[in-house]
Each structure stands twice: as C-alpha cells, then as structure tokens.
C-alpha cells in the first residue's frame, strides 16, 4: 500500500477517465498451459441461465475513506473461481484484473494475478472489442485477433492487455446461483499504481456496452440498474439490477445528455455552503465511485476555500500546513479524537441541480471532512483543476457515504437517499 500521504494522489483515486486505447504486444499463450487443469465442475449451462427469471445480485463492500481510500468488493473469477479485490468504478467501463500472460509490469496484489487460457481470448471482431475501441481507429486486420485494450486514468495510472471471457460466480436474490460468461481486461502492464496494491484489479461499472453490467442485462439476467452504499465507518454493500431499489424516498435527477455517455451526471446544479450560493454557473457534477475524494474545478474550489476561510473560528481552529495527508487541514488545541468534535464549525454543502425541483444533495461535514492520524482535521475536497480533470467536478465516495446513490440506466436517472449502509435492505424497501 503507498503511503497516506500521497495515496490521495494517484492510486486511490482512480478518477476514471477512459481514453486512448491502442494495439499491444501479442498475447503469449507459451506461458499459459497448465499442465494439471482442475477436474471440470457442475455449473448451470447459459442456456438455462437466461431462461431464469431476472433477478439481482448483491455483494458485501470492503474499505474506506481513510486510511484505505478506497471500496472494493470480492468477485470469484474462473472455474473453479477465484477470488480478486476490484475497486468500485462507476467511471470507467472496463472491468479489469492483473494477469500472468505473461505479466510485463503487475503490482502486487492481495491475490496471486489470474492466468488465462488462450481459448478464453476475445476476437477483435466481437462486438465488445468493438464497444471498447467506439471511440478509436482501431483496426481488426484479422477476425481472429486478440482484442487489445487500454485503460488510462486521470491520476496517470494505466492497464494495458487483451479482452477476455471467463466464468463469474453470482449468487442472485432469487437463490440461484450462476457462472455467467463475462468479458473483461486480462492487464498484463499496469503503470502508475502504488505497490503494494489493496486491489487486483478495477470494476468497470460505466454506461458503455462494454461493461460488466451491460453483459449481464444483455443475457437476461438482471436490469441496467447500479447502487451502492459506502459506510461511514467502512464496508457497505454494492448490489447490480432493481430489486433493491426503494420504492419512495428517493431523490431523482435525469442523466445529462451532454456528458460522455461512459460517466453518470446528473447536469448542472447551483452550490450553496450553508445557505449561501457560492455564485459558480455552469457547475456539471460526475458521480464517479472510482474517486476517493471530490474535486471541485478552480473557480468553485478558491470560492469554497475562501468561505471557509471566513468562517471558521480562528481561536479553535488553525490551519495545519505540517499534515500533508491532504492539501487543506486543520489543527485544534489538542488533537480531535471524531469529525464531531469540529463539525459544528463547518456548514453543509448543499447541490440543487436544475434538472429536478426535488433533487438536492445535501452534503455535511462528515462527507467531506477526514480525521487523520495526527488528530487534525482536512478537507476531503480537492482541486480538480490542478489535478487534469479541467473543469469537470466529480462527487467522489467521500461525499457519497452513508448514502445509497442508484444509477438505474433503464430510466436514464440517478438517485440517492440517506441509509444506514450496514443494514442491507429488502426487496421494494420504503425510506421515510
């Protein structure tokens, strides 16, 4: 694990940006063959798979904020399956795990890197190789060639490999369980990433055809509907499909239109911190679980900072320019034990986004503060600017704790609503 200092700045941060792609090295099959495969196992054939009736998956979430600075969830991949750590990234559609094909540049991992088959390769001419490569002048010279991809983030952080399809064991709400066949990122040549890694790889949870739930609502399984919910205190729950979905309570907003369709956004809203405006227009909001922390652009930032400023009691609260844990903190007479020591002299944010009357995303200190080792106090809001995002502001998993935040691409809208996230609820559950 890199440490707390800098985590914040490049591999805990994944904001998911998704951009060139280009042709790799050839897949080395040499390394591949196994010279004692497993017995087969009993599986469900797809064929009677889709037949079942659509259902939801839901799977336990790891992490945190602090210190971790990420979420993951443990999938077994492969027949028999094993398991591997992916961090939530509601940002990029590629799903990917570290491979042994042979591995050219693998951090180290909490699992050993999976090793595929060449009969597990994706051609070039799928139509999820050509999903991943929309964008691209690509080119399939032959039918039968690997599929290769590259995953680059905003942090400088990159996957390099080839596409393949293997066996996903899925435990679904209605009690079956399943191996469906799915696509993802077998990376050979990871950069920019800290070792060692809390993760073996990224969940790819985007809108584009090439994602993980995009394959599972194409064969029947489950609807085009994403939610999760991050715990204050850690852990939470991530769950696939609508039957988690409550049925009130929410607050809606539609996906905007005119943002890339690989990211969740929900248009423009006005920012108030307390109940004044900061008076920043044309303030478009990414809901992306790939982040650690949210970045406001440079105009919004120094406005949010500068009211801070104001605000804050200079005789209880000093800035801490010695904890480099994050670029803004702050230090008390003796160190704060909880965010509740200090949350009375910070006021919410408040997003109302003008795309819906009703939608207001209310965020208090506790998400967007952090308490660190040093008992001082830093802001969980970043420079988006200065970290290459330009003028894109991103609501990052510290703003989205303690929330269940559902992406339902069936209705093109995004919701959330306050819940205790280590409870997981039922089916058609009413939040009042």
């Known amino acids: ?57 839901v799977f336990p979430v790891h992490g945190n904020i602090y210190p971790d600075g990420l979420y993951y969830v443990s999938l077994g991949i492969g027949d028999p399956p094993k398991p591997y750590y992916l961090d939530i990234d509601t940002g990029s559609d ?23 088959k060449k009969e597990k390769l994706v051609p070039c001419i799928d139509a999820l190789c050509q999903a991943i490569h929309a964008n691209d002048d690509y080119q399939c010279e032959n039918p039968n060639d690997q599929c290769d ?14 596409l393949v399809k293997d066996a996903f064991s899925v435990r679904f709400t209605n009690g079956s369980l399943l191996q469906p066949k799915l696509a993802f990122g077998c990376g050979y040549d990871q950069q920019g990433f800290g070792s060692p890694s ?12 090439s994602g ?14 994403i939610g999760h919910c991050f715990g204050s205190r850690g852990g939470g729950y991530l769950f696939l499909g609508d039957d988690l979905v409550p049925s009130s309570g929410v607050a809606w907003a539609p996906m905007s239109r005119s943002q890339s369709q690989k990211h969740y956004s929900a248009g423009q809203a006005n920012v108030y911190f307390g109940k004044q405006s900061l008076g920043i ?19 919004a930032y120094r406005a949010l900072i500068s009211r801070l400023k104001k605000d804050l009691p200079a005789k209880v609260l000093k800035e801490a320019p010695e904890d480099t844990t994050l670029p803004v903190c702050w230090k008390g007479v003796r160190p704060f034990k909880s965010i509740h020591d200090v949350k009375a002299y910070f006021k919410p944010l408040t997003l109302s986004f003008t795309s819906a009357r009703k939608a207001l995303l209310e965020i208090p200190p506790e998400r967007y503060l952090i308490l660190t080792s040093h008992g001082n106090v830093c802001l969980g809001i970043l420079n988006g600017t200065q970290a290459g995002l330009k003028d894109l502001n991103i609501i990052g998993d510290i703003s989205m704790q303690d929330l269940m935040v559902i992406y339902d691409n069936e209705k093109n809208q995004i919701g959330w609503i306050p819940v205790d996230c280590k409870r997981l609820p039922k089916s058609g559950t009413v939040f009042l």
């Open 1 to 57: 694990m890199a440490s707390k200092k800098t985590r914040w700045w490049y591999s805990m941060v994944l904001l998911s940006l998704l951009s060139t792609l280009r042709h790799s090295p050839p897949f080395c099959s040499a390394a591949l063959n196994n010279p004692n495969p497993p017995p087969p196992k009993a599986v469900i054939p797809q064929s009677l798979a889709s037949r079942r009736s659509i259902s939801s998956a």
């Open 94 to 116: 590629v799903t990917w795990i570290q491979c042994d094909a042979p591995c050219v540049s693998c951090v180290k991992g909490p699992h050993p890197p999976y090793k595929p």
């Open 149 to 162: 991809y590259e995953v680059e983030y905003a942090d400088k952080g990159s996957s390099l490999g080839v």
């Open 198 to 209: 809390p993760w073996d790889g990224v969940l790819g949870l985007g809108r584009g055809k």
């Open 212 to 225: 993980i739930v995009t394959q599972l609502r194409d064969q029947g399984l489950i609807r085009n509907v």
């Open 281 to 299: 227009r044309d303030f478009s909001v990414v809901f992306d679980s790939g982040s650690s922390y949210t970045y406001f652009s440079s105009r």
